[in-house]
């Protein structure tokens, strides 16, 4: 079945089959989405234990979508019927399309890729579901790279809107579009980004975690303060700890260690002794039942009590120290966002759907500089240039320029 007869078969997308590899929450969750668009999906795992714990897994949850009436007894069988569990990777010789979601290790993910080809169509487009990894690099351990490309869905891929899709400098025309085409066919918002690290969201979010940790480390609030103040002040659904913990502080700081290295250790990226002396602990969240809170019976509680270590003449007031805390933060992921629009990875609406569509942010970085003021954004990024002396806290010469011409991002 070539991508072209999938066209025929399915006018509403132009593509029909899916092999899905790897069945761990994130796999199966991709299956879902493509299997609900009316894609025949084939999930493949070794691990027969997880391709029966993906099978009762969707099953539970398609259940309770029928209890909540948001599905019907039919539209259950159908979703749960297109999709066929195998344990050999030749059983998706006949996919259109396959999404790699496995563990991001760069050998693996080339061997696997390796493999595939042998048994897919030359027309077959073979993408990752990597969050950090050179998809260049994936690219390169095919015959056929141009028909390579990122394709990565945030975590639940089902509730989660965007999707990130990704052409490696291999990548054709023809498969960027059938991609895009077909990730916005399956009910989701596309944003495309250049082939670097982190991506968009990746990249633009790690200040929301990695000056949380320096606030926290210089003494300046609690992990619980910190986390206060951006619920409180800048409206985020999660603080950066309980979004740590939910993530896992072993997958949060590998991302960060990740990042850091892919930009030749850029300071704006240099992970924090706290994540990693957590993650070495084993306290890496919910998963653990303990991180930068404990969790009992799925309860958040704060580890101990904690009070801040600086003089409360130098922290004035807690409503003055949130604020503080906010804007710092803030102008931060400002500043990473309006960097990342100046080296081009995105565009402005790409780069603001990101971080709204795929972390939940209340507003788009780009549109909150436009709120705060251009001439905000570089006053606050100075202050702290001046303060440390770090090139952490190194001004976007886009936000400079923007102050010096007078304008704003307009979206």
């Known amino acids: 079945m070539t991508v072209q007869q999938s066209k025929i078969d399915n006018p509403q997308s132009p593509i029909c089959r899916v092999g899905i590899i790897g069945a761990g929450t994130m796999g199966s969750g991709i299956a879902q989405v493509a299997s609900t668009a009316g894609c025949t999906v084939k999930l493949f795992d070794l691990n027969q234990a997880a391709l029966d714990?993906?099978?009762?897994?969707?099953?539970?949850?398609?259940?309770?979508?029928?209890?909540?009436?948001?599905?019907?007894?039919?539209?259950?069988?159908?979703?749960?019927?297109?999709i066929t569990y195998v344990n050999s990777l030749k059983e998706l010789s006949d996919s259109d399309m396959t999404i790699e979601a496995i563990v991001e290790n760069l050998d693996i993910k080339k061997k696997v890729f390796q493999e595939l080809e042998g048994y897919v169509s030359e027309e077959c487009i073979?993408?990752?579901?990597?969050?950090?990894?050179s998809i260049a690099s994936i690219a390169s351990s095919l015959e056929k790279p141009e028909r390579c490309v990122g394709i990565h869905f945030f975590n639940p891929a089902p509730l989660m809107k965007l999707v990130e899709v990704i052409?490696?400098?291999?990548?054709?025309?023809?498969t960027l579009k059938i991609s895009e085409e077909t990730i916005g066919n399956w009910g989701k918002v596309v944003a495309i980004a250049k082939d670097t690290p982190g991506f968009i969201v990746n990249r633009v979010a790690r200040p929301f975690y990695g000056e949380a940790l320096r606030i926290y480390e210089e003494g300046i609030a609690s992990f619980f303060e910190i986390d206060h103040a951006m619920k409180s002040v800048g409206g985020f659904r999660m603080g950066p700890f309980e979004l740590m913990d939910f993530i896992g502080n072993d997958v949060?700081?590998?991302?960060?260690?990740?990042?850091?290295?892919?930009?030749?250790?850029?300071?704006?990226?240099?992970?924090?002794?706290?994540?990693?002396?957590?993650?070495?602990?084993?306290?890496?969240?919910?998963?653990?039942?303990?991180?930068?809170?404990?969790?009992?019976?799925?309860?958040?509680?704060?580890?101990?009590?904690?009070?801040?270590?600086?003089?409360?003449?130098?922290?004035?007031?807690?409503?003055?120290?949130?604020?503080?805390?906010?804007?710092?933060?803030?102008?931060?992921?400002?500043?990473?966002?309006?960097?990342?629009?100046?080296?081009?990875?995105a565009s402005a609406k790409d780069i603001d759907n990101a971080m709204t569509k795929g972390v939940n942010y209340p507003k788009g970085l780009l549109a909150w500089a436009d709120?705060?003021?251009?001439?905000w954004c570089v006053e606050q990024m100075d202050k702290l240039y001046e303060m440390y002396h770090e090139d952490r806290y190194r001004?976007?010469?886009?936000?400079?320029?923007?102050?010096?011409?007078g304008m704003r991002f307009g979206l």
């Open 53 to 82: 714990k993906a099978k009762a897994s969707l099953e539970k949850i398609m259940s309770r979508l029928v209890e909540k009436g948001r599905i019907d007894a039919e539209e259950k069988n159908r979703i749960q019927d297109n």
């Open 126 to 133: 073979i993408a990752s579901n990597t969050s950090s990894l």
């Open 167 to 174: 052409p490696a400098i291999q990548t054709s025309e023809e």
């Open 252 to 345: 949060n700081y590998i991302v960060t260690e990740t990042v850091f290295k892919a930009f030749y250790y850029d300071p704006r990226y240099k992970p924090a002794f706290t994540q990693k002396r957590f993650a070495e602990a084993g306290y890496l969240g919910r998963k653990s039942g303990r991180g930068y809170y404990n969790y009992e019976d799925g309860k958040m509680q704060q580890r101990q009590p904690e009070r801040s270590r600086l003089a409360s003449d130098e922290r004035g007031t807690s409503e003055r120290n949130a604020q503080y805390i906010f804007n710092r933060i803030l102008v931060m992921l400002i500043n990473e966002a309006a960097d990342a629009l100046f080296l081009n990875i």
């Open 371 to 375: 709120e705060k003021g251009i001439d």
């Open 395 to 405: 001004c976007s010469p886009l936000l400079r320029r923007m102050k010096n011409k």
